[in-house]
């Protein structure tokens, strides 16, 4: 039983391409995330949504777009991508009380 | 703003060694703390948490934490450890209210020698 899911696991593009992310998780939580893994394994969060409200907008280039179609879905989209992009993207959910956050397994995003 | 400092990005230990894995944490009231654990080409687990009471928390694969406010610490240690538990190591805080992304630490490695 998948917690929290995500497809796809690789994706390897060209540059200029545009291409989405898909997570779901059927944990009930109300909070789900996106964090972005570099090359050096740094964690950072880029996206936070709460019953499908947008709370969280780091500093992310607007080529990149969450849309939450419902609280158990949170989807990116990347327009244009670029080298700098490539990275391990990670969605998480969580309930408000503790916070303690779940993970997908991630998707290996590599644009060459 | 919150930051972690996770001393050491590598760590190597003998198999039955004390294990040991420093993170010290920044934060204008105690946030919620965390340490997370990473396989080679998966997602993050969960050890343990700090959210209140007791300062001591014991989590999965026989870890525990103990969470010193005047240190501002949240060291993660292990008895003895295993060849598995050879990973990546993240300790990572969240407010307790409002924002609840997670603040990372920068990771550290463990490896286990036979």
């Known amino acids: 039983d998948t917690a929290v899911s995500q497809t796809p696991k690789y994706l390897v593009t060209q540059m200029g391409n545009d291409k989405s992310i898909k997570c779901e998780q059927n944990?009930?939580?109300?909070?789900m995330y996106w964090y972005k893994q570099d090359s050096k394994k740094f964690l950072k969060i880029m996206f936070s949504y709460n019953n499908k409200e947008l709370i969280i907008n780091e500093t992310v280039p607007n080529r990149f777009s969450p849309k939450s179609p419902d609280k158990a879905h949170l989807n990116l989209h990347i327009n244009s991508l670029e080298l700098g992009d490539s990275a391990v993207y990670f969605c998480?959910?969580?309930?408000?009380?503790?916070?303690?956050?779940?993970f997908g397994p991630g998707t290996r995003l590599t644009v060459l | 703003a919150q930051s972690v400092t996770q001393l050491g990005s590598h760590v190597s230990v003998s198999e039955g060694a004390l294990v040991l894995l420093r993170c010290n944490y920044s934060s204008s009231v105690p946030p919620y703390l965390f340490w997370y654990v990473q396989y080679p080409n998966q997602g993050l687990q969960l050890l343990l948490k700090y959210t209140t009471g007791a300062t001591l928390v014991k989590g999965i694969n026989g870890f525990e934490a103990e969470f010193k406010k005047s240190e501002t610490s949240f060291h993660l240690t292990k008895p003895s450890a295993h060849m598995s538990d050879a990973a990546e190591y993240f300790c990572?805080?969240?407010?307790?209210?409002?924002?609840?992304?997670?603040?990372f630490g920068s990771g550290t490695r463990l490896q286990v020698q036979p």
């Open positions: 990572a805080v969240s407010e307790r209210t409002g924002r609840r992304a997670l603040t």
């Open positions: 944990l009930g939580h109300d909070t």
């Open positions: 998480a959910s969580s309930q408000i009380q503790g916070n303690e956050q779940f």
